[in-house]
């Protein structure tokens, strides 16, 4: 029943807000350079690893994987800032979820680095 949901609500999340996932990417994309999305290795259900999605909110750097944002980080662009906010950076984690790698009830998967 919860996968059942988890498609159902990731689908319309997706469908309605896919103007939005449109306007942010080329945001992104106009303010800096690199993809508008950005993929994160975290640890999932039975210690698979999978990608999650997000928008990317800083410029493309080495310490992406291994340095987590600060409040004042250098490495954030503006629409990053705002993004990251208002939690909008978290939008495309819905294909996570669609793909049945996450779920909208929880729990919510960790960086590598924190579950090491």
């Keep these: 029943m ?10 319309l999340g997706i469908l309605f807000l ?4 449109l306007f942010l990417y ?6 800096s350079k690199g ?3 950005y993929k994160q290795l975290r640890v999932g259900r039975n210690g ?15 310490q992406c ?4 944002a600060t409040e004042c980080d250098p490495r954030k662009t503006r629409i990053g ?16 979820v669609f793909k049945g790698e996450m779920s909208i009830v929880g729990p ?7 579950t090491e």
């Design 35 to 37: 993809g508008g999305f």
């Design 26 to 31: 080329i945001a992104i994309r106009l303010e």
């Design 65 to 68: 994987d291994t340095l987590q």
């Design 2 to 11: 919860i996968r059942f949901f988890d498609i159902l609500f990731s689908f």
């Design 108 to 114: 919510r998967p960790h960086m590598l680095s924190h």
């Design 81 to 96: 800032n705002l993004i990251r906010k208002t939690n909008v950076d978290e939008l495309p984690q819905f294909i996570n």
């Design 18 to 21: 896919f103007p939005v996932f």
């Design 48 to 62: 698979k690893d999978f990608y999650v999605y997000k928008f990317r909110s800083m410029r493309v750097n080495a």
